[in-house]
């Protein structure tokens, strides 16, 4: 037997193939999103390596700033006009500051990444640190903070702070 589809019968097919159509792109939209918010983009990456520097550095937390830090005798930290050379003679130094009032307090309003290829970024952030000597008043003082970190199989790593002084306000 001969099935006869009606005009409006073969409209109805019609809506619905688009709605199906519709509907498998909007699921196909979907997924790429949650694939894109489940994968962090290096920038983020990079900004969390930073967060946590803060935190562990506020905390003199010495272990956990030795786990950010490029393992490397390459690692270079200015400070004070001197450069410190490698990672083991910057946590000596960040422990004995560490001993008196030491506070990083970024201007995360002012945060910048930039990626330098797939491996390496470069951090620019106004930074005003509280710094005392044991038994001294602490000061503050305001930096133009500059890091570079490497991408390694354990994550992002700095590998050089190269604060600038400020000037005054």
């Given at each position: 037997?001969?099935r006869v589809v009606s005009k409006t019968g073969r409209?109805?097919?019609?809506?619905?193939?688009?709605?199906r159509r519709w509907a498998a792109c909007i699921a196909l939209m979907l997924m790429s999103l949650m694939?894109?918010?489940?994968?962090?983009?290096?920038?983020?990456?990079?900004?969390?390596?930073?967060?946590?520097?803060?935190?562990?550095?506020?905390?003199?937390?010495?272990?956990?700033?030795?786990?950010?830090?490029?393992?490397?005798?390459?690692?270079?930290?200015?400070?004070?006009?001197?450069?410190?050379?490698?990672?083991?003679?910057?946590?000596?130094?960040?422990?004995?500051?560490?001993?008196?009032?030491?506070?990083?307090?970024?201007?995360?309003?002012?945060?910048?990444?930039?990626?330098?290829?797939?491996?390496?970024?470069?951090?620019?952030?106004?930074?005003?640190?509280?710094?005392?000597?044991?038994?001294?008043?602490?000061?503050?003082?305001?930096?133009?903070?500059?890091?570079?970190?490497?991408?390694?199989?354990?994550?992002?790593?700095?590998?050089?702070?190269?604060?600038?002084?400020?000037?005054?306000?």
């Amino acid at each position: 037997m001969n099935r006869v589809v009606s005009k409006t019968g073969r409209i109805g097919l019609f809506h619905n193939h688009i709605a199906r159509r519709w509907a498998a792109c909007i699921a196909l939209m979907l997924m790429s999103l949650m694939i894109r918010s489940a994968v962090a983009a290096p920038e983020d990456e990079v900004r969390a390596t930073f967060d946590r520097f803060v935190a562990a550095q506020n905390a003199h937390d010495v272990k956990a700033v030795e786990s950010l830090l490029l393992g490397s005798p390459s690692f270079l930290w200015i400070t004070r006009g001197t450069p410190v050379w490698g990672a083991d003679a910057a946590l000596k130094r960040f422990a004995s500051l560490y001993e008196g009032t030491w506070r990083l307090d970024p201007e995360v309003s002012g945060l910048k990444v930039m990626m330098i290829g797939d491996g390496a970024a470069q951090i620019y952030i106004p930074i005003n640190f509280t710094i005392g000597a044991p038994g001294q008043q602490p000061q503050p003082m305001r930096f133009l903070m500059n890091m570079v970190l490497a991408k390694t199989p354990g994550g992002w790593k700095v590998s050089s702070i190269l604060p600038i002084p400020a000037p005054a306000q």
